[in-house]
């Protein structure tokens, strides 16, 4: 793993529901005030102060930005090229409109000068409030007592609030407050990094107008380029038992209203300011300004209090069904409260909005939605609040048209999604790692699929889904060739994948995978509605034009889908060409050169196996029941050490995968570096915003991570596991109506059906079935289902028998053969045994040869098997089966011999076996744990509720390997890693299997 996991003190200090920073410091403000922005999903407020900042050059962002509005202008290519990106979108710093400045007898308040006598900010995730404590001193000794408390109202898209209330200490005298709305601002200008933001350099947002009218005034703006009409309003409210006089002036681009107080000390001053922003995205120009004022005198008449009370009732209702409760880790309590929180802080819920990759707390790539909204974030909201799921889903269709006309640039049919964009059109200037990622398209459509196995909304896909669908599935459909040299296989050529270290390439597994996944649903969908909606369904293809022929194309594409696959590895490569790279030097590349894209031109990082994210891993994530968990294993175990994670993309989805493959510590470290990614800083660049996918990727590790939550066709499925250094975990998943409770502790797992019609799901392997208001507790701690038996050496000397008969070939083709020797084939395949038998003679064969070679050894074998009969079994062996059997244990073979079912026949003892993994349909041997893990599957069982009984390193190596207990039968020096060895069979008893696993 190339994590350097930062081993340092908690930036914040730990608490459950609140991110606390007890002092003040320049060098972190940067940080300090993306952690502390406040959101409602449409105005976003970077944590600056209210009464403005003076410290140091570059240590502030002033940041106040509005979902789904931005400014673009022309990218400048060097060079350019027929259908590039032609324009850039970037979110706009708007209106400051969090001015407060207070006078204290005529001298500001200013954290640079007087003195800072206490500070505490919280960010209270429970009330969804920021409040800044302060006692200040001026120049000449007065102090005041200060509170500041700060919310954008969740339930108010258009509305935030800011209460300031100040109190004199220790004396009495003139207290001023301003309170003001400043047009002029612009956006933070960086080089270098493309992850941070690439803006305008001077002023783009133009001030127009000015209105003024007793405590209310308001700015009105517009973009100079995309020309959109922007109201900033506000209104303000003074509660003082102190006689006050107001005046309002509106200097340069500027409204003010200045309220001067004649304080006395102990009597709290308190300034409500009610702030509306309204654009011309949602509604016609010259509505803004009176609605601004409809927001902001509701909200008046409603006041702070009430407000606030909203906003707590919403975040309860939210908590409700979002909460993640961690047992036992209260870091970890804390952050994936506050990764949580920020996400819907950050979600457009609008349907014409999104989420950004740094949400709306910071400039960080633009303010662009990404797949990482389908990918990371999405399931997130759809398992807890399926209505902020269709909104996403909606703003996808609102931009459909555009993706539309972008396939047309592109040269394509049907609809291609923009890589990065906020208005729809493709914006991203570096087309190998942008729009060549045609997965987005996938990626949108496996997010529709999800929702409507979620939440059965017919209305949405009638409505919208429908149209997506088709038109996106129209796109691979034409995108892809039957190549011959493929064996006619639908290829889907020049394609950059998920992980962006690799670019251009031939079939993307990642993208075959999905686009076959889509190609499939949108056929299967397209038979739905003609069966049971055909109205719906012949105004939909009325409509886009839609031809049975294309119907059928899309199965026809997705049956013969070409999937990459290596032989000889057993795994699937990224590409076509992926292994034939050299591999990434990893042992000379320091420390200070990751991430290797500030360090390394592209070209050199392509060249080379190396990934920045997870991609294939991902594909067996996603599209987990496609692949065998001996496969995912294989293909985890391959890509891992050649990861750098240098995308906060990427630790999450290796931590869900390595939970289900039983890779418990390695699942745990990967969490933690997500769950605390911005908390903690670990990719130093919080500055410019959070990761909302990494922070949604904290829900995905934990819920289908260690929970193993899964759905497949519409049904549940959990497989919990838990780190050892928690006591447990909690949340609950909304779906079909209904709310799951899962309650994950150390030794059992607790499902309540909350609400909703009864519902079953699947726990392991069992089937759960939930009524209303009950729940079902299952033990988690490991309990013999079943044994597993090798069958050569273990249930019959047979492995005497291979022995004999590979002598006998070795003597005749005159190679050198033991029985030393022979243990290294004990497990082995049969044709595998035969290479390793000719490696050590000079013999040069083909294939064929081989062949019949391995034939005449399995003639010789089959003679000596031929007079085998149930007195052939190894002692204590029959006794055992019965046991089992008696006691509800479940038994399975997994035998590398393709002439296992028929020794057994002979043995008289097929009938004991529930399941035989059948040799001859296994990719890899032993000691790859494929043969085992297969058994199981069969079985049904968990594989850590497994016992496999082995005489041969190979297999107690596959054993081990598929999280089983491994017993070893005979030799102690080539079984030692086994659990439990005995010498002979007669040992093997039932009670004592029983007790091992114990
Ligand atoms: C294993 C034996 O069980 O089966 C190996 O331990 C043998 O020695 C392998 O090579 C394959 O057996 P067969 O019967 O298919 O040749
Ligand atoms: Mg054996």
């Keep these: 793993m190339k994590i350097k996991a930062k081993d340092r003190k908690p930036i914040y200090p730990y608490d459950e529901w609140k991110i606390v920073e007890e002092s003040f410091d320049v060098e972190t403000n940067l940080r300090d005030e993306t952690i502390f922005a406040v959101g409602n999903g449409y105005i976003g407020m970077r944590g600056n102060f209210e009464e403005g900042y003076n410290g140091p050059d570059n240590s502030s962002v002033n940041g106040t930005y509005l979902n789904g509005f931005y400014e673009s202008k022309p990218i400048v290519y060097g060079e350019e090229a027929y259908g590039y990106a032609e324009k850039s979108q970037t979110m706009l710093n708007v209106t400051d409109s969090k001015i407060i400045q207070l006078y204290v007898d005529g001298e500001p308040l200013d954290l640079f000068s007087g003195k800072l006598i206490s500070y505490r900010r919280t960010l209270d995730m429970k009330e969804g409030v920021l409040t800044r404590d302060m006692t200040w001193e001026s120049g000449t000794g007065k102090q005041v007592r200060i509170r500041i408390q700060r919310f954008a109202c969740l339930a108010r898209k258009h509305l935030a609030v800011i209460s300031y209330e100040v109190t004199a200490l220790n004396f009495d005298g003139e207290i001023v407050l301003v309170s003001a709305l400043n047009g002029e601002v612009r956006n933070q200008v960086t080089m270098g990094d493309p992850r941070a933001?690439?803006?305008?350099?001077?002023?783009?947002?133009?001030?127009?107008?000015?209105?003024?009218?007793?405590?209310?005034?308001?700015?009105?703006?517009?973009?100079?380029?995309?020309?959109?009409?922007?109201?900033?309003?506000?209104?303000?409210?003074?509660?003082?038992?102190?006689?006050?006089?107001?005046?309002?002036?509106?200097?340069?681009?500027?409204?003010?209203?200045?309220?001067?107080?004649?304080?006395?000390?102990?009597?709290?001053?308190?300034?409500?300011?009610?702030?509306?922003?309204?654009?011309?995205?949602?509604?016609?120009?010259?509505?803004?300004?009176?609605?601004?004022?409809?927001?902001?005198?509701?909200?008046?008449?409603?006041?702070?209090?009430?407000?606030?009370?909203?906003?707590?009732?919403?975040?309860?209702?939210?908590?409700?069904?979002?909460?993640?409760?961690?047992?036992?880790?209260?870091?970890?309590?804390?952050?994936?409260?506050?990764?949580?929180?920020?996400?819907?802080?950050?979600?457009?819920?609008?349907?014409?909005?999104?989420?950004?990759?740094?949400?709306?707390?910071?400039?960080?790539?633009?303010g662009h939605y990404f797949w990482d909204t389908e990918t990371y974030i999405f399931p997130f909201f759809l398992y807890t609040n399926p209505a902020i799921g269709r909104q996403l889903l909606t703003y996808r269709y609102s931009i459909l048209d555009k993706a539309k006309e972008r396939a047309r640039v592109m040269s394509q049919k049907g609809a291609l999604y923009a890589w990065r964009t906020i208005g729809g059109e493709e914006t991203s200037a570096y087309y190998p790692a942008g729009t060549a990622q045609y997965h987005i398209n996938a990626d949108i459509i496996y997010a529709l699929k999800k929702y409507m196995h979620a939440t059965e909304d017919l209305d949405f896909f009638i409505e919208a889904g429908a149209e997506m669908l088709f038109e996106t599935a129209r796109l691979w459909a034409d995108l892809g060739d039957y190549i011959p040299r493929k064996g006619n296989r639908f290829c889907i050529n020049e394609v950059t994948g998920p992980d962006e270290y690799t670019a251009l390439v031939n079939n993307n597994l990642f993208t075959n995978m999905m686009a076959k996944d889509h190609l499939e649903f949108a056929y299967r969908m397209a038979q739905f509605l003609k069966e049971k909606h055909g109205q719906a369904f012949q105004s939909i293809a009325g409509k886009i034009g839609l031809q049975e022929s294309e119907i059928a194309e899309w199965k026809r594409a997705a049956e013969h889908m070409y999937i990459p696959y290596d032989e000889e590895l057993g795994i699937h490569p990224q590409d076509d060409s992926f292994l034939d790279r050299a591999v990434w030097n990893f042992e000379n590349t320091p420390p200070d050169k990751y991430p290797l894209l500030l360090h390394y031109h592209p070209l050199v990082i392509y060249r080379r196996q190396v990934l920045k994210q997870a991609d294939v891993v991902l594909a067996l994530f996603l599209q987990g029941d496609r692949f065998t968990t001996a496969e995912k294993k294989r293909n985890y175990d391959y890509y891992e050490p050649i990861t750098t994670h240098d995308s906060s993309l990427s630790p999450c989805i290796y931590s869900i995968l390595a939970a289900e493959l039983g890779y418990i510590d390695k699942a745990y470290n990967y969490f933690m570096y997500t769950a605390r990614m911005d908390l903690d800083d670990i990719h130093d660049n919080v500055k410019d915003g959070i990761h909302t996918a990494s922070m949604a990727g904290t829900w995905l590790s934990i819920v289908h991570g260690f929970a193993g939550f899964r759905e497949y066709q519409g049904e549940l499925s959990f497989h919990p596991v838990v780190p050892e250094k928690w006591e447990g975990y909690r949340f609950k998943i909304t779906f079909k109506g209904r709310v799951i409770d899962i309650d994950v502790t150390r030794d059992a797992v607790t499902y309540t059906l909350l609400s909703g019609q009864p519902v079953t799901l699947q726990h392991f392997r069992e089937e759960v079935s939930l009524a209303p208001g009950k729940s079902q507790t299952r033990s988690l701690k490991p309990k013999l289902e079943a044994v597993i038996f090798d069958l050569d050496g273990v249930i019959t000397d047979t492995a005497e028998y291979h022995y004999q008969a590979w002598k006998q070939l070795a003597d005749e083709i005159g190679v050198p053969f033991d029985r030393e020797f022979n243990e290294q084939l004990k497990g082995i395949g049969r044709l595998e045994s035969l290479e390793l038998i000719l490696s050590r003679g000079e013999l040069q064969l083909t294939e064929a040869e081989k062949i019949a070679l391995a034939d005449r050894k399995n003639e010789n074998y089959k003679q000596l098997i031929e007079s085998i009969s149930p007195d052939d079994l190894l002692p204590g062996i029959l006794t055992l089966l019965k046991q089992l059997r008696e006691n509800g244990v479940k038994i399975g073979l997994a035998s590398a011999s393709k002439n296992a079912p028929a020794v057994l026949e002979k043995l008289g003892i097929t009938q004991y076996f529930d399941a035989i993994a059948d040799a001859s349909k296994i990719k890899k041997g032993k000691p790859d744990p494929e043969i085992f893990l297969t058994a199981a599957d069969l079985l049904g069982v968990p594989y850590r509720n497994c016992i496999g009984i082995e005489d041969a390193e190979a297999g107690i190596a596959a054993i081990k390997e598929a999280q089983m207990t491994a017993v070893g039968v005979g030799n102690r020096e080539t079984l030692k890693h086994a659990d439990w060895i005995v010498d002979t069979t007669v040992e093997l008893t039932f009670e004592r299997l029983v007790e091992i696993k114990g």
Excluded at 247 to 255: L, N, R, S, T
Excluded at 323 to 352: C, M, P, Y
């Design 197 to 366: 933001g690439a803006a305008f350099a001077g002023q783009v947002l133009i001030t127009e107008g000015k209105d003024q009218d007793g405590t209310f005034a308001a700015l009105r703006q517009r973009t100079k380029n995309t020309r959109f009409a922007l109201v900033c309003g506000m209104e303000n409210q003074l509660e003082t038992e102190n006689t006050f006089r107001m005046e309002a002036d509106a200097p340069e681009q500027m409204v003010r209203v200045k309220y001067t107080v004649t304080a006395h000390r102990e009597r709290t001053i308190r300034l409500t300011k009610y702030i509306s922003y309204h654009t011309s995205r949602d509604y016609p120009e010259e509505q803004l300004l009176a609605l601004s004022k409809e927001t902001l005198s509701e909200a008046r008449q409603q006041g702070f209090d009430r407000l606030r009370e909203e906003q707590r009732q919403f975040l309860k209702d939210f908590w409700s069904r979002s909460d993640v409760e961690i047992k036992g880790d209260l870091a970890l309590q804390q952050s994936i409260r506050f990764n949580v929180f920020h996400l819907l802080q950050s979600v457009g819920r609008d349907g014409k909005t999104n989420i950004g990759a740094k949400g709306i707390t910071g400039e960080g790539y633009e």
